[in-house]
């Protein structure tokens, strides 16, 4: 490469070669800050290294592990100011730890498969922004509140890593702000953001990235290339709380820290064993006894549900001898969320986060009972009253000059007389704030709702749909109705909201006709979502009612799951080392190819509709090479009707290789209805599938597909396809599934499901419609007194 050249071709100085690349940036913090991202182009790098003259900007160039070592020595001259030896030292620290993360690139490609599409992620990106601003940040830490002058015991509070660190901690600020209100000394440590500034200072690399959250989850990741980093950090703050004479010490634990947690915690009781050791949060509710039982004396009280009132009585009632694993609260509680003090922000550096901005709540729980999810089990709904949540902004506001707000609500419009109340006084106070929640569908909201909501300075709503199908949303007791979805969808666009969606494959009772509602709602909303997560399949939640209820979805489980791990006996009960149900109808095999083939109809939409606005981001990568699609002209068709009399099983036989064909004939069906006179090929192999939609998906399936279809319906398949009831990976060298031991052997002992198949399908589709509504009555009785007939024609009006 030679000095200053780039795709372009050569340039004179590092203006030219910003601006004929469209990145004008003036300011040598931004610059600095694409210099140091780990994705920066190698041409931009060397090109800076060879012609920036600002200090700042070029040691980021230079401390890149992408840069090459020769045009760094090539060009460290022009710096006579830099301490080269230190330069080197800490270049050669970010290099070993570049190496690690390529030693590590396939299980981030499988991290990323995962997590593209997960709901937070697209909001948080959506909040940040596509480029991150570089802070000029003195100061990375938090600051040392003093302890307060109180006759009761000092508490100390950590958020240890990795977890968000777009906001500071919502749940430890509330609690913090409780205890002291009671005269309790309180110190919060947030380890978790000031980890984060460390090691991309030290490493130059992001590893609170959504792809690299298993480094954390994992022990060994975690223990050999992590932790020998951050040990001085967490023990720094290990001993400012033995030396500061405390009495209590409080974790918030998730999936993602509670390696950290479980270290930090070890170390002091090590150190002090006569401290009480207290955690809480989802990793502390959704563990289970066995889990904490597993590693010994460590804790003394788990705080299941809510924890503010359990909290102080605790507090205020310590026994003399320290209890193990002693379990504190209900998920039955229903706390009068008015009663308790503003989140205390005052331990934070808020511009250690990626956001100025914060959390608030406007309710907790849930009105919902949707069947997969366990939300409802945890604590039950309740609006806090809007008058106060006002007041909380106009307090965070003055306090700390906030803006941005994410409303961490389940639903914000769970109470819609309440939420109407909340808007009504943010544009009567005039707060000049921006904010972005959750919601359900709704078909009391109409465009004039929308509006409102727009008003109050809402940028984003995240609906969760799940499903284009009647049935299936009333099968996962939603309370929704099709025709409400698509009102809201339009009205909320029409009002200017950015919308985010998700949706859930191959729910238990899902067919593949179900699933072709689906794809047609979402053809429908194209115009008006902006962001969809399409997830990894239906999965079992522990304590939702697919777990505790699972005969009614017709789960083949011979004994009742209740953690969601696999338990003894599991091949008896499990296909492929997952759930299934009746007669193979729906199987792991079933949900990867709805997930891929939703991606495609997906990608499909964003090549060759030009009105739509769907963001593919959250889409699986390289889809292209799974499929082609040719077509002369797309139809006309603006919004899909759905049509409840389709028979999708044509020509194929009622055994596990025909209800897999159904898929394909229901896709082809659908693609006829929006591009007419197509040619359609359809590529799965188990290596290509793996490496794009990792292995918690993929079986070893084999398809090959070559669909032709004519202007009047005509339509050919011809279809090679083959499953072996095995092990799609080689487990020679010891490796263990993601999944879980699966026992191939005594799942053949039960059936052996194998087969290979060629086979010519071939009709016209105007012969699919038969006399008798193909879709069946929901698997609650309470949903089966509605006529389908006044439902498909309000939905299609």
Excluded at 211 to 225: A, G
Aim: a negative charge.
């Amino acid at each position: 490469m030679k000095n200053g050249s780039g795709p372009n071709g050569e340039w004179t100085n590092v203006d030219e070669l910003f601006q004929k690349q469209s990145i004008i940036l003036t300011d040598s913090n931004l610059r600095a800050g694409l210099m140091a991202n780990e994705n920066c182009p190698q041409w931009l790098l060397h090109g800076t290294l060879n012609l920036d003259t600002f200090p700042q900007v070029w040691q980021a160039a230079a401390l890149n592990p992408r840069s090459s070592e020769d045009v760094i020595r090539t060009n460290i001259f022009k710096f006579s100011e830099l301490d080269t030896q230190e330069f080197w030292n800490k270049r050669d620290i970010r290099v070993q730890a570049y190496n690690n993360l390529i030693s590590l690139k396939e299980e981030e490609d499988k991290a990323r498969m995962g997590l593209s599409s997960d709901r937070d992620n697209v909001i948080m990106r959506h909040i940040l922004g596509s480029l991150p601003v570089a802070q000029d940040i003195e100061v990375k830490k938090n600051p040392i509140v003093p302890w307060q002058d109180t006759e009761k015991y000092r508490v100390a509070m950590i958020m240890a890593p990795a977890w968000g660190v777009i906001f500071p901690p919502y749940g430890i600020s509330k609690l913090t702000a409780l205890m002291r209100q009671h005269g309790y000394a309180v110190r919060v440590y947030d380890v978790n953001v000031e980890a984060s500034h460390y090691l991309q200072d030290l490493h130059g690399i992001d590893y609170w990235a959504y792809e690299r959250y298993f480094m954390w989850q994992s022990l060994d990741t975690f223990k050999n290339i992590l932790l020998p980093d951050l040990e001085q950090l967490f023990d720094n703050t290990i001993n400012d709380i033995i030396n500061s004479n405390v009495k209590v010490v409080g974790f918030s634990m998730y999936n993602t820290n509670q390696n950290a947690v479980i270290y930090m915690a070890k170390k002091i009781r090590s150190l002090r064993p006569d401290i009480f050791l207290l955690v809480g949060g989802p990793g502390a509710t959704m563990t289970g006894d066995w889990w904490f039982n597993n590693h010994g004396h460590i804790f003394n009280y788990i705080f299941v549900g809510e924890s503010e009132e359990q909290l102080i009585y605790l507090l205020d009632n310590l026994p003399t001898e320290l209890p193990w694993n002693k379990i504190v609260g209900t998920t039955d509680s229903r706390l009068h969320l008015e009663e308790y003090p503003y989140p205390d922000y005052t331990d934070y550096n808020l511009m250690l986060y990626r956001v100025h901005g914060v959390s608030i709540e406007t309710s907790r729980g849930c009105t919902a009972k949707c069947s997969f999810c366990a939300e409802t089990h945890f604590w039950k709904f309740r609006s806090i009253d809007p008058e106060r949540v006002v007041e909380e902004m106009e307090y965070q506001i003055k306090l700390h000059n906030m803006q941005r707000f994410w409303i961490v609500d389940s639903l914000i419009n769970g109470n819609l007389k309440t939420f109407n109340r909340l808007l009504d006084l943010i544009i009567e106070k005039n707060l000049n704030i921006v904010w972005n929640s959750y919601s359900r569908c709704d078909g009391r909201m109409n465009l004039d709702f929308f509006k409102k909501i727009k008003q109050t300075g809402c940028t984003m709503l995240s609906f969760g749909i799940e499903s284009g199908s009647q049935k299936i949303l009333d099968d996962m007791h939603k309370k929704v109705k099709v025709w409400e979805i698509l009102s809201n969808m339009r009205d909320a666009r029409e009002a200017g909201l950015y919308i985010h969606s998700s949706w859930l494959q191959a729910f238990p009772t899902e067919t593949p006709l179900d699933h072709l509602h689906s794809r047609q709602v979402m053809y429908n909303c194209r115009k008006w979502i902006n962001a969809v997560s399409l997830g990894m399949g239906a999965g079992i939640t522990p304590n939702s009612d697919m777990d505790t209820n699972w005969q009614a979805y017709d789960m083949q489980w011979k004994k009742q799951n209740l953690d969601g791990t696999i338990h003894k006996g599991a091949a008896e009960d499990r296909f492929l080392g997952d759930w299934y149900t009746g007669g193979y109808k729906n199987t792991v095999i079933h949900r990867f190819l709805r997930v891929k083939l939703m991606n495609i109809w997906m990608k499909t939409i964003m090549d060759h509709c030009p009105e739509n606005i769907i963001d593919p981001g959250p889409l699986y990568a390289d889809m292209d090479k799974f499929y082609t699609l040719e077509f002369k002209q797309r139809t006309d068709i603006d919004l899909i009707e759905q049509d409840m009399y389709i028979n999708t099983a044509q020509g194929v036989t009622d055994d596990y290789k025909g209800l897999i064909l159904q898929d394909y004939l229901g896709f082809i069906y659908g693609l006829y209805q929006v591009y007419g006179e197509l040619k359609w090929t359809f590529h799965c192999d188990p290596k290509l599938d793996t490496n794009n939609f990792g292995e918690f998906l993929v079986r070893n399936y084999w398809c090959d597909i070559i669909a032709t279809i004519d202007t009047d319906g005509n339509y050919e398949m011809n279809i090679t396809h083959k499953f072996e009831h095995s092990d799609p990976v080689d487990r020679s060298n010891g490796e263990v599934s993601i999944t879980g031991e699966v026992d191939y052997d005594a799942e053949r002992a039960r059936q052996d499901m194998s087969f290979e198949q060629t086979i010519l399908l071939s009709g016209n589709f105007s012969n699919w419609r038969s006399d008798v509504i193909q879709v069946a009555e929901s698997v609650h009785p309470q949903y089966r007194k509605k006529e389908w007939k006044l439902e498909v024609e309000k939905v299609n009006a």
